[in-house]
């Protein structure tokens, strides 16, 4: 049988590892560094290495290494692990009752196939502006597990990422996971986007999570996707609504705010006037909706 | 490298390169052609398999990943001879024009079957849409859907 073996998009070969704990993934990727790539879910990696954009003579997996996916809820707040696929977080129990924004921000990524494969770390680490994973974790204040050759430590999202495509992660460091403090969970989401498709990549995206008390914002943080080189969050705006009443004045006036704060590039997938605008409009539904959920609940 | 898949309820062994794709060893080792190659990078959904039952690309995952898992693809559903209710269904329907598209379709399908018995059309739209057809426009495949889930439902 004639069997086309011409596959134009055919992965080139690469060493491949397999280890099956933390420590050892950390040695092999400290040990051939800068020549090894961390293979997750795949969903980014592989088409980069299709294309060639990304050539690894080493390729380190980590779906063997047990203890890195899972969502649990811990003495210190909601734990997940890297590995954990999107689709388990979009279908826990636990992430739609204590940090419901993230459950909207990670159910419009991909396709049910892609989320099937993707995971949480991959989504963080390959740094992207507009990814929406990392958008919804930085308004929940999450808190990045990063193991390497000189031990663990944990850093807050909002300084793991250093630009495009780029982290804080130095040589043999891998993010284990990442923690949602008990402060920050189990309060108001929203996520917003503007994309043109389902599937499409988020042209600027909005996650607000706030906890209020009699109408009074107690907390909140406003994080945004694909106004700056990283994800960023508007912490002018956070400071401007902490104990205030979300009214109509105080709404329009947050909302002036964050269009002048996000930081995006004039020119681009879509202009710098443009993104104010919608981050106007964005930040002025996000508030009503949680305004209204409080007023609901009350 | 040695890894043992369970393709279609079927224990097999095979000998695979690191990179080799599952869609790969699927097309070119076992020889079921059903399962597509469309775009290559998780747009499209032609190749669209079932991995220990959840929907996946196969021109995505490594080989080496699927070891020790179960794969199904569209060769696996008819039974004796006989077309799987969601393969009536999509043909009945008219829901297939070239067919390039329709094994990843029926694959998820059936993934969106298994976990949700009765959707509706919104949740139908929703779950199908990193599958790609550029004949039908999809409304005979939502139609081919319902149908499905009917014809399933009386079997129950």
């Known amino acids: ?298 | 490298m040695n890894i043992e898949i369970t393709v279609n309820g079927v224990k097999r062994v095979f000998e695979v390169e690191p990179q080799t794709l599952l869609l790969n060893l699927i097309r070119d080792e076992m020889d079921l052609t059903g399962t597509k190659y469309g775009c290559g990078i998780g747009e499209c959904g032609a190749c669209t398999v079932l991995l220990d039952g959840d929907a996946v690309l196969a021109c995505m995952v490594l080989a080496v990943d699927a070891d020790d898992r179960r794969v199904d693809t569209i060769e696996g559903l008819a039974e004796g001879g006989k077309l799987h209710p969601i393969q009536e269904a999509y043909l009945d329907e008219g829901a297939v024009q070239c067919g390039y598209c329709t094994p990843g379709f029926i694959m998820a399908t059936k993934a969106l079957l298994d976990e949700n018995p009765e959707p509706t059309e919104k949740e139908i739209r929703e779950y199908l849409n990193g599958n790609i057809c550029r004949c039908t426009g999809y409304v005979n495949i939502v139609k081919a859907v319902q149908s499905a889930a009917t014809r399933m439902k009386g079997q129950g």
């Open chain 1, 1 to 298: 049988m004639y069997v086309n073996r011409h596959n134009t998009h055919i992965l080139l070969g690469f060493e491949y590892h397999a280890p099956v704990s933390v420590t050892e993934a950390v040695k092999l990727l400290d040990e051939y560094s800068p020549d090894a790539k961390v293979l997750a879910g795949g969903t980014d990696l592989i088409v980069k290495m299709k294309d060639g954009s990304v050539r690894p003579k080493h390729v380190v997996n980590l779906k063997w290494v047990p203890g890195l996916s899972g969502i649990r809820e811990k003495r210190d707040g909601v734990w997940i692990g890297a590995l954990t696929k999107l689709r388990d977080i979009e279908r826990s129990e636990l992430v739609q009752k204590r940090l419901p924004v993230l459950r909207e921000a990670v159910r419009v990524i991909g396709s049910v196939q892609i989320r099937n494969l993707a995971t949480l770390g991959g989504n963080i680490c390959n740094a992207s502006p507009a990814a929406d994973g990392p958008v919804a974790l930085l308004a929940l204040d999450a808190k990045a597990h990063i193991v390497g050759p000189s031990g663990e430590k944990t850093v807050g999202l909002d300084s793991f990422f250093t630009g495009p495509g780029r982290t804080i992660l130095g040589q043999g460091e891998i993010l284990t996971g990442v923690t949602v403090p008990r402060s920050a969970a189990g309060g108001y989401g929203c996520f917003l986007r503007v994309a043109r498709v389902s599937m499409d990549i988020a042209t600027i995206s909005l996650a607000a999570s706030a906890k209020l008390k009699d109408g009074t914002v107690e907390d909140c943080r406003l994080a945004w996707g694909t106004v700056a080189p990283t994800p960023m969050r508007t912490r002018e705006v956070e400071e401007f609504l902490r104990g205030k009443k979300l009214d109509e004045k105080v709404i329009s006036d947050a909302a002036e705010l964050a269009s002048k704060s996000i930081q995006p590039r004039e020119r681009g997938r879509s202009s710098g006037p443009y993104k104010r605008r919608v981050a106007y409009g964005f930040t002025v539904e996000a508030l009503t909706k949680i305004a209204e959920s409080a007023g609901r609940n009350r």
